[in-house]
């Protein structure tokens, strides 16, 4: 077991701590790589989440349960494989054939799919049931969640294809043989100085002050290729992968905790610092923005439009003009009234007994 605060590997298995919504938020309480996790891998020490090498067996099936793509396999990448997956001749996708476990892909990964080859993708689940990973049905029920809300999210954009699934257990070969095999030969690349090592999605978080995931990005370039056919793009149901806000211009102070926090930049300030714009391409759902401001101003808003998920459309949110408090002298952002900024005139009204002279009492 190494650094919570670094890079974990296990063989061929990593997880980078740093991108963790869990590890970089001390309030956050993102849990769900433990929860599919089937051999008690990820456990949380002192509130910090931890890889345990000794209990991985490299299975992937928390990869894709992962919103910030904390966790990697060097043998196999979602991204190239879905990014790249308009080019196969099967639209089968299983894991006796081609990949780990299904859960390393996300919702993200099966709509790029869907999206990039124009057809349905089918998903052979016919051995999930009886699977060494599937402890009480919980790989089973997380691949199936991902593959439902996909459909559900093609149906509510107009997409006819969907991603489907194969049921019926057929004659297989163990799926720890196959897979091992795709290790093996990931090793011998490794040892090979001719062969790329890197992946797709290793190169991309590479990047200075990348901070986006690969996932999101490829699933925004393939929207593109679709809105313009679009007769409807704003949607007023809520969305399991698109999130939108919005700031109460009374109660927001404009401390700019929200847009220090958020871990995409979905949130990000005016260039004078005295407003606040949100992306919703960018935001992931975490939650932060919302736990950590004091006041409450942000909340959700269940509406999103998917010309400004695909191109990161800005909006903004709150601004307010910055005035001199008449008491401290400091500059506070007005909302009308008598300038003077809430910390005043808080202590005004809980401290006026202090200044109460004698001949007044």
Not at 111 to 132: F, I, W
Not at 246 to 257: A, H, R, S, V, Y
Not at 264 to 278: E, H, V, W
Not at 338 to 348: A, H, V
């Amino acid at each position: 077991m190494s650094n919570a605060n670094f890079v974990q590997k296990s063989n061929l298995f990593s997880f980078t701590a740093t991108r963790c919504l869990r590890n970089e938020y001390f309030h956050n309480d993102c849990h769900i790589c433990i929860d599919v996790c089937p051999k008690n891998a990820i456990q949380l020490v002192r509130n910090k989440l931890t890889l345990f090498d000794n209990e991985c067996i490299e299975c992937a099936g928390c990869i894709g349960s992962c919103p910030t793509e904390s966790f990697e396999i060097e043998s196999f990448d979602p991204n190239e494989f879905a990014a790249s997956y308009a080019l196969e001749n099967t639209p089968t996708v299983s894991c006796k054939i081609s990949t780990p476990c299904l859960g390393v892909f996300d919702i993200e990964h099966l709509l790029v799919m869907v999206l990039r080859s124009g057809e349905s993708t089918l998903c052979d689940l016919s051995h999930c049931a009886t699977c060494s990973l599937n402890e009480n049905g919980v790989m089973e029920k997380s691949i199936r969640g991902h593959i439902d809300e996909a459909n559900r999210f093609l149906t509510q954009i107009g997409i006819e294809k969907q991603v489907g699934t194969i049921d019926v257990l057929e004659e297989q070969a163990p799926r720890r043989a196959l897979f091992r095999k795709g290790l093996d030969k990931a090793k011998e690349a490794m040892g090979d100085d001719t062969a790329p090592v890197r992946s797709m999605t290793s190169a991309h978080h590479a990047i200075v002050n990348m901070l986006m995931p690969l996932k999101r990005i490829l699933l925004k370039n393939s929207l593109k290729e679709h809105v313009g056919n679009m007769t409807e793009t704003k949607f007023a149901e809520p969305s399991i992968l698109f999130f939108n806000k919005q700031i109460n211009f009374e109660t927001c102070t404009n401390c700019g905790d929200c847009t220090q926090f958020c871990p995409t930049d979905a949130l990000f300030p005016t260039s004078d610092k005295q407003g606040i714009y949100f992306s919703q391409g960018k935001c992931i759902g975490c939650g932060i923005c919302e736990d950590i401001c004091k006041p409450n101003a942000i909340t959700k808003k269940e509406e999103y439009d998917l010309i400004s998920v695909a191109f990161d459309r800005a909006e903004q949110l709150v601004y307010y003009n910055m005035v001199m408090c008449n008491e401290c002298r400091c500059p506070f952002p007005y909302k009308g009234g008598e300038p003077i900024c809430d910390r005043c005139s808080g202590y005004k009204k809980e401290f006026s007994n202090m200044f109460t002279l004698a001949k007044d009492m």
